[in-house]
């Protein structure tokens, strides 16, 4: 495993170079986002989901939002949407399962540092998250959002090694009506359940720091496995025409 | 000994398209030319044996490895270089050369550097900002080098200017000198064809027209200039145009008309290219395996 990870960490060096700028933006952005949050709070109290809107595509979408043109996925032949480095790199000696590691590891670089230094600079500067949790509560708290990142937010990796989609007018309705009915779902979950989902977590946190940190974590573990074989079924039947 | 590339029973379907079935087998030391029209398969093909593209029958294999198995090893032994290059637009020569060279244990950065200063290639831009005949040189400039057994081209030079693709020849030629290893190249350049190719392997619309020996191929084909009056569907023949027979077989077609007392004031052979455009002629109905020049694949 350490040996692959090495590999992978060898092969991406090219890709993170040309990364540099883009990891700033993912920082600034992470940094107005927070201060949003921070300014926000107590709207959210009042059933205002935009905030849960907005976090639950941080931790799914953030990693990808701020990629260049030349790495976002692409259509090159026929219906296999792909990373254009993993067919570059599917044509050189590296093997596939070092090519969805370098992809994890890839997205875990764009999300994983910026998520914590979100939940840091959250806990430092807002007195109300300090009032509202304790630090063991608030990183159980941390710990369920990063894990969600990774069981949630990987979810997002496997288009980047070899995904068919045909491109038809149904299809986009099919994923508009999809992405719609999620932002519903997190609109609408307020009134039926009093709180909003980053609420609910809070709630968890507060009430069952332990159980809920090594539930996320175990759902992380789960996650990371499954979009991993996941991925390596797709690269494997793919057709990079 | 064992082929450095094995098909067998190859098939592929794409939408409408369909490949196969196809056979073949690559000695070392050989230069196989892929010829086909426009749509015949050859990217499909080369795609298949690197397997970016997974076949609905048959087997590959490199070095005795499936290329369709767990087993990667055989990555190494093949240099690829594709007709359209994906991935590599952000990055600039240097980066590229970094990239690439540690994977393949034969690199040799001495022949990297000489084909730079032959083709003066500028490693410090970034790939996308070459134009597409420098994006072909950088590209041969990170191939060739790899030193893999097999080395498969599509359309190398399809964007590079005359004194260049004469360099690359000569660059192949050397290339080719240890004996141990092999190229398939899939061109629509003559010049390709007729200065590098030892063999041809022949398709059309996906399917095999054959795989030839080249100068077999075309010591097989003749031009006869008939002086008198010759009936229709004379052995060997494959098409007729004022008096002018090429045939496939001359030495039947000449013993035909010696026997008829047909004459004929000329005879001469077909240049290669000639020889591809009645493959794949659409009326041409004669099929690979009439032509006596096939090789065992």
New interface residues.
């Given amino acids: 495993m350490q040996k692959d990870i090495k590999r992978a960490l060898?092969?991406m060096?090219?890709e993170l170079?040309?990364l540099r700028i883009s990891y700033f933006w993912i920082f600034l952005f992470y940094t107005l986002y927070t201060i949003l949050f921070i300014f926000g709070i107590d709207a959210q109290k009042n059933r205002f989901a935009g905030l849960d809107i907005f976090f639950v595509m941080l931790f799914i979408f953030g990693p990808l939002w701020f990629r260049?043109k030349?790495?976002q996925i692409?259509k090159?032949n026929?219906d296999v949407w792909a990373?254009?480095?993993?067919?570059?790199?599917?044509?050189?000696?590296?093997?596939?399962n070092i090519i969805v590691l370098k992809s994890i590891i890839f997205y875990f670089l764009g999300s994983f540092p910026f998520q914590l230094y979100m939940f840091v600079i959250l806990y430092s500067f807002s007195p109300e998250i300090r009032t509202e949790l304790d630090l063991i509560s608030y990183l159980s708290f941390a710990i369920i959002w990063l894990s969600f990142g990774i069981y949630f937010g990987f979810s997002s990796l496997p288009i980047e090694v070899g995904y068919k989609m045909k491109s038809s007018v149904l299809n986009t309705i099919l994923s508009l009506l999809l992405l719609g009915a999620i932002v519903v779902i997190i609109i609408v979950f307020p009134f039926y359940f009093t709180y909003g989902i980053v609420e609910w977590t809070i709630i968890f946190a507060i009430k069952w720091p332990i159980i809920s940190a090594v539930i996320s974590i175990f759902a992380a573990i789960i996650g990371y496995y499954y979009w991993k074989n996941k991925m390596l079924k797709l690269i494997k039947?793919?057709?990079?025409? | 000994m064992n082929p450095i590339l094995y098909i067998r029973d190859l098939e592929k379907t794409i939408d409408d398209f369909h490949l196969g079935p196809l056979d073949l087998s690559i000695e070392q030391g050989t230069i196989t030319a892929l010829v086909g029209n426009n749509g015949s398969g050859k990217s499909t093909l080369l795609k298949l044996i690197m397997n970016l593209v997974k076949p609905d029958k048959g087997n590959i294999k490199v070095h005795n490895t499936l290329v369709h198995g767990d087993n990667e090893s055989w990555k190494e032994l093949v240099a690829y270089q594709p007709q359209k290059i994906i991935g590599w637009d952000p990055f600039t020569g240097y980066t590229l050369k970094n990239l690439i060279a540690p994977l393949y244990p034969n690199w040799d950065d001495k022949q990297f550097q000489k084909i730079v200063e032959i083709f003066d290639i500028p490693l410090h831009k970034k790939f996308g900002k070459l134009s597409q005949g420098v994006q072909q040189k950088l590209n041969l400039a990170l191939t060739i080098p790899r030193n893999a057994s097999l080395l498969i081209l599509d359309e190398p030079t399809s964007y590079m200017d005359i004194p260049s693709k004469k360099l690359l020849i000569d660059l192949l030629v050397d290339w080719m000198e240890p004996g141990n290893r092999s190229i398939i190249i899939s061109s629509h350049q003559i010049d390709d064809i007729r200065k590098l190719s030892d063999y041809l392997y022949v398709l059309h619309n996906g399917k095999k027209i054959g795989h030839f020996e080249k100068e077999e191929l075309v010591e097989n084909y003749a031009r006869y200039w008939l002086s008198s009056k010759a009936p229709n569907n004379i052995p060997g023949e494959v098409s007729r145009e004022d008096g002018v027979l090429i045939s496939s077989n001359p030495e039947e077609t000449e013993a035909y008309l010696v026997e008829h007392n047909i004459r004929w004031t000329n005879r001469s052979s077909l240049e290669i290219e000639d020889v591809i455009t009645l493959l794949l002629s659409k009326n041409n109905t004669i099929g690979g395996s009439q032509h006596g020049s096939h090789v065992n694949s």
Avoid at chain 1, 83 to 96: D, E, G
Avoid at chain 1, 237 to 241: E, T, V
């Fill in positions: 060898q092969i060096k090219p170079k040309i260049p030349e790495l692409q090159p026929g990373s254009p480095l993993t067919i570059m790199n599917l044509q050189l000696p590296i093997k596939r039947q793919a057709d990079f025409q």
